[in-house]
């Protein structure tokens, strides 16, 4: 079956990427090629390559679509706020790929933004900042002090 990596995000979206973000959330089922909602994404929005590059990239349905029987899945879009849960086999990177290409374009905060994989004991905690995510090395996030974030944020 394969192992699987949660992700888990709170971010406050850009105004002009609301349609974005809509569309993925009122995307229903029973729509035509509805086993691609990122493809239908990208091709309404062609003027956005990112979205192109995230919907021919492997999995990317998974985000924010993907759970297990073990990993749920569920995600909202409310007042320019998108929360997401899900999970996927990360086998190529696909998070890295989807938080540093769509995420890091669309959200103007990032909240909260932790991924972990099922085996490992921590998560791994992701930031925005001059509009780049990169994951926050664990043993920065370990130090003792008042700012021990102070080095990332």
């Not at 888990?8 to 105004?15: D, G, L, V």
């Not at 569920?74 to 995420?103: M, P, Q, R």
């Amino acid at each position: 079956m394969g192992m699987y990596t949660s992700l888990e995000f709170t971010a406050t979206i850009k105004p002009k990427y609301y349609p974005v973000i809509n569309r993925l959330e009122h995307w229903r089922s029973e729509e035509a090629d509805a086993k691609e909602p990122w493809d239908n994404t990208a091709r309404e929005f062609p003027d956005l390559p990112f979205l192109r590059a995230w919907a021919d990239h492997d999995r990317a349905n998974f985000i924010p679509f993907g759970g297990s029987s073990h990993l749920h899945s569920k995600h909202s879009f409310k007042d320019g706020v998108w929360a997401v849960e899900c999970s996927l086999k990360n086998y190529k990177d696909n998070i890295e790929f989807f938080l540093t290409t769509v995420l890091a374009e669309v959200a103007s905060d990032l909240i909260e933004c932790e991924s972990n994989y099922e085996e490992n004991q921590w998560n791994t905690t992701w930031i925005l900042k001059d509009g780049t995510i990169t994951a926050v090395p664990r043993d920065w996030r370990e130090l003792p002090g008042d700012n021990y974030w102070g080095k990332w944020l």
